[in-house]
T-cell receptor
Framework: NAGVMQNPRHLVRRRGQEARLRCSPM?????VYWYRQLPEEGLKFMVY????????ESGMPKERFSAEFPKEGPSILRIQQVVRGDSAAYFC????????????FGPGTRLTVL | GQQLNQSPQSMFIQEGEDVSMNCTSS?????WLWYKQDPGEGPVLLIA?????ELTSNGRLTAQFGITRKDSFLNISASIPSDVGIYFC????????????FGTGTRLKVLA
């Protein structure tokens, strides 16, 4: 039973480019959460999605960041016109049913902005 | 914003020793999760707690949901070198939000 998959594992972008991070939840999971982790810090919630719906994006920066979870395919976190401050590890987690409260994390995508 | 105070921030211990760490907050939580993160990897769930006072074990790990619902504790007994890593607590508020608030982590180093 495959766990949460994320790709790429490492992504290098120059300032002003776009970054696309992908997350495939565990089989049967329909809830996806994105978190950001800066070095030496804990994870910060960004956005919570269900299939085709953004449920809570209160942790997402208002500009340049967007997320989607289409009916088919992985969830995508998109960062436009990246800046050096976007460099971080981005983790995706999924859960089967909100009431179970258990989130399983992927291995993360480490974004470096040059 | 909401914060979870996790302590200690880091600790060095001898192999075989017991380890204790905790998370505290001024807010009330209805769920506590404990994760371990190895370098370059994502957090791996260790223990989940859903009720005040709940005490749950997973091998050498034991975690408790504080009675006041504002804190949680994780104990590791007879530590071994592979226990090295960062341990995070995560709490979900009772206010109906779906997101977890993470502590800043306890960095554990085990000396053989």
């Amino acid at each position: 039973n495959a766990g949460v998959m994320q790709n790429p594992r490492h992504l290098v972008r120059r300032r002003g480019q776009e970054a696309r991070l992908r997350c495939s939840p565990m089989k049967g999971h329909s809830h996806v959460y994105w978190y950001r982790q800066l070095p030496e810090e804990g994870l910060k919630f960004m956005v919570y999605l269900q299939k085709e719906n953004i449920i809570d994006e209160s942790g997402m920066p208002k500009e340049r960041f967007s997320a989607e979870f289409p009916k088919e395919g992985p969830s995508i976190l998109r960062i436009q016109q990246v800046v050096r401050g976007d460099s971080a590890a981005y983790f995706c987690a999924s859960s089967y049913n909100l009431s179970t409260d258990t989130q399983y994390f992927g291995p993360g995508t480490r974004l470096t902005v040059l | 914003g909401q914060q979870l105070n996790q302590s200690p921030q880091s600790m060095f211990i001898q192999e075989g020793e017991d380890v204790s760490m905790n998370c505290t907050s001024s807010s009330i939580f209805n769920t506590w999760l404990w994760y371990k993160q190895d370098p370059g990897e994502g957090p791996v769930l260790l223990i989940a707690l859903y009720k005040a006072g709940e005490l749950t074990s997973n091998g050498r790990l034991t975690a408790q949901f504080g009675i006041t619902r504002k804190d949680s504790f994780l104990n590791i007994s007879a530590s071994i070198p592979s226990d090295v890593g960062i341990y995070f607590c995560a709490g979900r508020l009772t206010s109906g939000t779906y997101k977890y608030i993470f502590g800043t982590g306890t960095r554990l180093k085990v000396l053989a």
